[in-house]
């Protein structure tokens, strides 16, 4: 009995190890930009990632924008990621992309799914009037179904309104 709980406990720490989540990188706080989103960041050799890849995108532009309470008109700071990333774009034209729109726990599922796609639409529209071809985009809305943060606090729900870019 000792081995087969000695067995577990092991197992269960080397799991624990190889996990990890990203969302602490990836988000900074509602209205700002993905933590490495600036021009040249996380530039400087080996950390630099593949050209168009998804981690490029994140180093590169940026893969979120983030929104004011049951909105999904576009703030400054959105527009700023959306540039970088229309930029982005259109340097890798063979690559397609998946914009997820996502909300905080508040309010019904119905709404909220219909909130999330109205903010993934925003998203993709703005791209397509920068020159994005509408045909590498697709949308999707999650609703209130994949927070950031699954806290209950008003920087939680920040960090939860968002539109998630994603190379697909």
Not at 131 to 156: F, L, M, N, V
Request: glycine fraction near 12%; hydrophobic fraction near 35%; include cysteine.
């Amino acid at each position: 009995m000792k081995h087969w709980t000695l067995a577990c406990l092991l197992g269960a720490t080397l799991l624990g190890a190889c996990s990890s989540s990203d969302d602490s990188k990836n988000a900074n706080g509602a209205g700002g930009t993905t933590t490495g989103s600036g021009p040249g960041s996380g530039a400087g050799g080996a950390g630099r990632a593949a050209p168009g890849s998804q981690e490029d995108l994140v180093q590169s532009a940026g893969d979120r924008i983030f929104f004011d309470t049951d909105r999904n008109a576009l703030i400054p700071q959105a527009t700023a990621t959306l540039d970088r990333q229309s930029s982005w774009l259109a340097q890798y034209p063979q690559v397609n992309i998946w914009i997820a729109g996502n909300c905080d726990e508040r309010g019904t599922e119905e709404y909220n799914l219909a909130l999330g796609q109205r903010r993934a639409t925003a998203d993709r529209d703005y791209l397509v009037a920068h020159g994005i071809a509408r045909g590498r985009i697709e949308t999707i809305s999650y609703g209130k179904s994949r927070p950031i943060d699954g806290a209950s606090t008003p920087e939680a729900w920040a960090q939860n309104r968002n539109a998630i870019t994603s190379v697909r």
